[in-house]
């Protein structure tokens, strides 16, 4: 099948390589000309596991190709996924400016029947303004579906290829069909339901799973106060099915490209029709107060922040990734710098999205783990790199000042690191 993705992020490149591995004939397109000369070459911008390796076997079978000529891209396949960005827009809502362009474009190249798939994530009704859109500027036949995406930053190439559900909305039995051949290889429990409900299903998942975290976030705040451990409480409550143990890994607060701007995006919808949503409005509410923790628990040992010097330890928003984008991170360094405190900072692949996004104010970026402990009052595990694992404690902590460490994703076994002499402590564990 010939497909087209627009939009080669995190999401259309890697639909767009899976498909092309799958066997099908791929066009990218995306309007970053630079992002496109690199990828033609089997560069890839992101970190994403497993990614560089599929793209230049594809780019060497011919399978997948990367242009920024829209009349080719748009009119040489038949069907179109738009995977662009909807970031979140100044009251909240999700940004629909570059769908918007991408309808018109379609519009504007559209030559003969086409399925348009949404696969961006979007609220509820943006099917039905990409179809007025694209008829402003063409009178061709075409249907615009649903296909929310469900991978995760790190693991996308599995999650895509192998995710628990494949969700179409789709209001045409022909488009329907069509996309039951898109993903006909695909073992995933496949889903068909109407546009709308499709597109409620994403913010819908991705809103559980934020009222999830902060939910046991919660709990393990107060774990802390009773002198429970919530890992003992997590794997109790995970035992039974109805809950599950999925998700229930307390920590500094989630981040990330999706969940923040998702849950936002829908409180602002449900306002838009005079609807509160009061369990997810408390669930971001939980969580804006929870990327702080790590600054509690300091002012708490120290009084003063200003003029200590504080590692941190990993920056992306989640390991294996290098996506910055509203992780607990930037809170950190904004709120440490704010209290005069100096930081030593390190992340396995994040380091030149932090430079760019952070004037250096104090912070000393270094070249491996262990250097964050060098001469700091205290450690702040913010990202759980596996890799952190193979740092050697009892040298890292030779290098330090003081021996506050503050394990914000619960990663180390509280009683060897006393053992190593370290002030250790978590989040809602003993
Ligand atoms: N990142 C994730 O983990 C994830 C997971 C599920 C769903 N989503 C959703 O998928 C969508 C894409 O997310 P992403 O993280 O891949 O975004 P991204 O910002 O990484 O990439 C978007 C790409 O679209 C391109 N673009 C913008 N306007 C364009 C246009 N008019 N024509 C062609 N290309 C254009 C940009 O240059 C960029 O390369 C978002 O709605 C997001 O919420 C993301």
Known sequence: MKVTVIGTGYVGLVAGTCFADLGNNVICLDVDSEKIAK??????????????????????????????????????????FIAVGTPMGQNHEADLRFVRQVAKDIGTYLNGYKVIVNKSTVPVGTADLVKEKIK????????????????????ALNDFLNGDRIVVGADSEKAKKIMKEVYESFDSEK???????????????????????????????????????????????????????????????????????????????ANDYG?????????????????????KKLISKF??????????????????????????SLVLIEELQKHGAKINAFDPSAMN??????????????????????????????????????????????LMKGNIFIDGRNMFNPKKMSELGFDYSSIGRK
Not at 49 to 72: C, H, Q, V
Not at 201 to 215: D, E, G, H, P, R
Not at 286 to 292: A, H, I, R
């Open 39 to 80: 990828l033609n070459s089997g560069v890839v911008p992101i970190y994403e596991p497993g990614l560089e390796s599929m793209l230049k076997r594809n780019i060497a079978s011919g399978s997948i190709e990367f242009t920024t000529d829209k009349k080719y891209a748009i009119s040489s396949s038949d069907v179109i």
């Open 136 to 155: 402003e500027f063409s009178e061709t036949d075409f249907d615009v579906v649903s296909n929310p995406e469900f991978l995760r930053e790190g693991n």
């Open 191 to 269: 889903f068909f339901c109407d546009v709308k409900s499709a597109e409620m299903i994403k913010y819908a998942s991705n809103c559980f799973l934020a009222v999830k975290i902060s939910f046991i976030n919660e709990i393990a705040n107060l774990c802390e106060k009773v002198n429970a451990d919530v890992e003992n409480v997590a794997k109790g409550m995970g035992l039974d099915s109805r809950i599950g143990n999925k998700f229930l890994n307390a920590g500094i607060g989630y981040g990330g490209s999706c969940f923040p701007k998702d849950v936002k995006a829908l409180i602002r919808t």
């Open 275 to 295: 609807v509160s949503l009061k369990i997810i409005e408390a669930a971001e509410s939980v969580n804006d107060s929870q990327k702080l923790v790590a600054i």
């Open 303 to 328: 009084g003063s922040l200003n003029g200590k010097r504080i590692g941190l330890l990993g920056l992306s928003f989640k390991p294996n990734t290098d996506d910055l984008r509203e992780a607990t």
């Open 353 to 398: 999205e932090t430079k760019k996004m952070i004037k250096g104010n104090g912070i000393s970026f270094k070249e491996n783990a262990s250097d964050v402990f060098d001469s700091a009052d205290a450690v702040v595990l913010v990202t759980e790199w596996n890799e952190f694992n193979e740092i050697n404690l009892i040298q890292a902590k030779k």
